[in-house]
């Protein structure tokens, strides 16, 4: 992992963030001669794409590292490397705030133009902003899971977990746990948690619920949680374009969109939209038992789209 020190940065609430340093991978050598790849991550990933993306980035891989520099930035509000001077109360952050430090590692990086940038869900929102804010800069985009304008049942789901989070110490476990539930569906549920034998109490679905909301404990903090949460409700691509519609109507990139059949979070409807209002964009649906985590999970067929869609 490599630090970039940005220094001051004004972020869209209008807020003074102090000393802001930001923390990023690179898969493949960054020469001026090989095209760039950028990743946007999502929620609670990190810049270490290679890990929380498996067998889809690296030699031989779908994002080939020898032919490719790769890049990804850990976001402003995460907890995994990029960070600004505690203040008394968390700042409001936004996607176009996490947007603008991507824009000043790819100046600092002397990036001259990306040639695909990609993400799923709130890395999805980060690739969309960009995309408008500098269209001749991206040549391709790909977005899975994702939308143009947060939902209401997006933001009730994050409230939720904003409120289990105000529980306290464990509350962290209590907000992953009620995401489970948007990010899976019923079928996945059934599928993987449903107990075989009798019982009356001690079920499977109950201690992986648990399970989900300690592993994240773990790794995770609920300031960042919060943070990017409240980010992610934020997220309008309309906001002072005039509306969403005209927003994506500026994006020039030859676009990929990807919906999961069984997103519950961001439902394949929300994805069509976007591919409809991009001039230069197709849709895919792919199927996954996984909901709005098959973006993670189902890197095969992702691999299949990419390739079919964008000669890498
Ligand atoms: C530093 C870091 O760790 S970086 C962060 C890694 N994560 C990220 O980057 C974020 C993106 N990734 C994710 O959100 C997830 O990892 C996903 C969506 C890709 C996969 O989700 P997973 O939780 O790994 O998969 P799944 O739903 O199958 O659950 C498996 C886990 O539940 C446990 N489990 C399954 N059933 C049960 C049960 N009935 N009771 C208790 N535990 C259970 C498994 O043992 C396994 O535990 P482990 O992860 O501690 O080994
Ligand atoms: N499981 C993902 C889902 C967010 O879209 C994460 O934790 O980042």
């Not at 899971?145 to 209590?174: V, Y």
Request: aromatic share 10%.
């Amino acid at each position: 992992m490599y630090k970039f020190s940005l220094g001051n940065f004004i972020s869209e609430s209008n807020q003074l963030l102090e000393n802001v340093e930001i923390a990023y991978h690179i898969f493949g050598e960054l020469a001026p001669e090989k095209k760039v790849i950028w990743v946007c991550h999502a929620l609670t990933a990190n810049s270490d794409a290679q890990d929380w993306w498996p067998n889809f980035i690296g030699e031989n891989l779908t994002l080939e590292t020898e032919k490719y520099t790769i890049v990804c930035a850990n976001i402003l509000g995460s907890c995994y490397g990029t960070s600004f001077q505690k203040q008394e109360k968390l700042p409001l952050i936004t996607i176009r705030d996490m947007v603008k430090l991507h824009q000043e590692l790819a100046k600092f990086l002397q990036i001259s133009e990306i040639e695909l940038l990609l993400g799923g869900s709130l890395g999805g929102m980060q690739c969309l902003e960009w995309a408008i804010a500098e269209p001749d800069f991206i040549k391709k985009l790909f977005v899975i899971a994702t939308n143009a304008k947060h939902s209401a049942w997006g933001i009730a789901f994050n409230e939720a977990q904003r409120m289990a989070l105000e529980l306290g110490k464990n509350g962290i476990d209590a907000a992953r746990a009620i995401a489970m539930l948007s990010y899976r569906n019923y079928a996945t549920f059934e599928a993987t948690q449903t107990d075989e034998e009798e019982k009356l109490e001690n079920y499977k679905a109950a201690s992986y619920q648990r399970h989900q909301g300690e592993k994240l404990r773990k790794r995770f903090s609920k300031e960042s949680y919060f943070m990017l949460s409240k980010a992610m409700d934020s997220h309008h691509l309309g906001r002072g374009r005039n509306s969403v519609e005209n927003a994506l109507s500026q994006i020039t990139a030859e676009t990929l969109v990807i919906g999961i059949d069984s997103d519950i979070l961001f439902p394949v409807s929300e994805q069509k939209f976007i591919a409809g209002h991009i001039k230069n964009a197709k849709l895919e649906v792919i199927s996954s038992l996984y909901g709005h985590d098959g973006f993670l999970i189902e890197t095969e067929k992702i691999s299949t789209l990419l390739k079919k869609h964008f000669n890498l």
